[in-house]
């Protein structure tokens, strides 16, 4: 058994994350008397009898570790006592569901004190309230309460206070957390080098799609983390790229593209892997590829070395620009200084998104404090603005991209068109984007990276052939 595994034997540590989220409402707000959580509820499509993709709230399932639809949590944060509550039996559902998880049974898988049904918990709330003398708050989500939850007896009802609380609580992830992104990783990795293997022989990007998706599915990634990007060619060029149904052959010369960029992840009991590489469609890279190939991969290396407890991520995501504007330089594609290109921006044009974001139970995880109305272009779809702190996940995805509609403008403007040599730049378009995007753990002395996909020129090559 993998140490991964070993940890994952235990449970998902939903009392820390309740004593936590506590302590810091209580820091905020003096003190919770009350947390109460509600499950995503069985929803159903409308105008079929089907249900709807299930989908856990992920504050939910960050006090308790559940994937059950229709439960609840109230943890007690004066007696310290976390009680989950599940649907009871309803008769007229098991022939066509099977019967529900039992409190029993919900006592062996999850770290909580006590399970009781979904009908308890108005009686429960109240019960607490009372020995808390009706002198304390009860915290709660605004829009994820039902209608018929009463908070009765509570001193007061805070429903805007927490959701944050848990955001941010969130930043900071345990061994167990560190753990399922690790196992979401590991399986990811298996559908990207399946990926490659389906390349061979695929004629259109739905078949690598289809790929990767039955590789997460056959190792225990039910859910996709965020839908695929599969983009050949000059496709790449669109950072979420939504097709997926291109031809990999390109219409005008016969031949296939030279290359495909895939960003696919799976989810693993919710956290996910978020990864991307760019692999060759003919065994190696063609020469250009090659060329910007090797500056992304400078920037992601030289950006992950940096990486450690208090590290400012916008000093990381400037340095990703320093290199590129290195690299476009040296092929020729840009022209000036390093230091002139990089106060009017210029490498924006080229590389247009943010470095990284915190990566957890969503792709783009909580609390990274993004300001998308920064003036400053190079910062403005900087997901983090932070010092990173001992216990995050980041992703570091660097990119370069030759997209006509954010390059044109700059290459035609008199201001900036002396920046660019048009000439050069034309021989790249057909590479359309490479990004490469690894899953980071830092660390008080440095990171642990999480993504093992193939990587170098010569692992991903060896794999295309
Ligand atoms: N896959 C989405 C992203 O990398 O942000
Ligand atoms: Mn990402
Ligand atoms: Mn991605």
Redesign the pocket.
């Known amino acids: 058994m993998t140490s991964v595994d070993n940890i994952l034997t235990g449970k998902y540590p939903a009392k820390a994350h309740a004593r936590r989220v506590a302590d810091l409402l209580k820091a905020r707000h003096g003190g919770a008397g009350a947390i109460y959580l509600e499950a995503q509820k069985t929803r159903m499509i409308e105008d079929s009898d089907e249900t709807m993709p299930f989908r856990q709230r992920r504050p939910f399932f960050y006090l308790t570790g559940c994937l059950l639809p229709d439960a609840a949590v109230v943890y007690d944060a004066v007696a310290d006592q976390l009680t989950l509550f599940v649907p009871p039996i309803d008769e007229e559902s098991v022939i066509w569901s099977g019967l529900p998880l039992s409190p029993e049974e919900a006592s062996k898988l999850y770290d909580v004190d006590r399970v009781l049904f979904t009908t308890d918990i108005n009686s429960t709330l109240a019960s607490i309230a009372s020995t808390h003398n009706g002198k304390t708050a009860a915290f709660s989500i605004a829009e994820q309460v039902s209608e018929g939850t009463s908070f009765k007896g509570f001193a007061e009802t805070n429903v805007s206070a927490l959701k944050t609380a848990i955001e941010d609580t969130r930043v900071i992830k345990d061994a167990y957390e560190v753990a399922l992104l690790r196992k979401a990783n590991e399986i990811s990795t298996k559908a990207h080098v399946a990926a490659i293997e389906a390349a061979k022989t695929a004629t259109n990007e739905r078949q690598i799609e289809a790929a990767i998706i039955g590789a997460c599915i056959a190792n225990g990634c039910r859910e996709q983390s965020y839908h695929p990007i599969v983009a050949g060619g000059e496709g790449g060029a669109t950072l979420h790229y939504v097709r997926n149904d291109v031809d990999l052959i390109d219409p005008d010369t016969k031949q296939r593209k030279n290359n495909v960029l895939i960003?696919a992840?799976g989810e693993y009991q919710t956290y996910c892997a978020?990864?991307?590489r760019v692999i060759p469609l003919n065994g190696k890279f063609a020469t250009e590829t090659r060329q910007i190939y090797e500056i992304v991969l400078q920037m992601q290396m030289e950006c992950i070395a940096m990486l450690k407890e208090g590290v400012c991520w916008d000093d990381v995501h400037a340095l990703a620009h320093r290199i590129a504007i290195r690299g476009l330089l040296e092929l020729g594609i840009l022209r000036g200084s390093e230091e002139e290109l990089f106060e009017k921006r210029i490498s924006v044009a080229f590389f247009p998104h943010g470095l990284g974001h915190y990566l957890g139970m969503d792709t783009h995880d909580t609390g990274g404090n993004p300001n998308y109305e920064d003036k400053d272009t190079m910062f403005r779809y900087l997901r983090v603005r932070a010092n990173l702190p001992a216990g995050s996940v980041i992703?570091v995805?660097p990119g370069i991209y030759f997209c006509r509609f954010i390059i044109d403008p700059v290459l035609n403007s008199p201001e900036t068109g002396k920046y660019i040599d048009a000439e050069v730049l034309k021989r790249y378009w057909k590479v359309g984007g490479v990004r490469i995007?690894d899953n980071i753990h830092i660390t008080k002395d440095g990171f642990e990276n999480l993504t093992t996909a193939p990587k170098t020129i010569m692992e991903v090559e060896s794999l295309a052939m």
């Open positions: 960003d992840g978020d990864i991307t992703t995805e995007e």
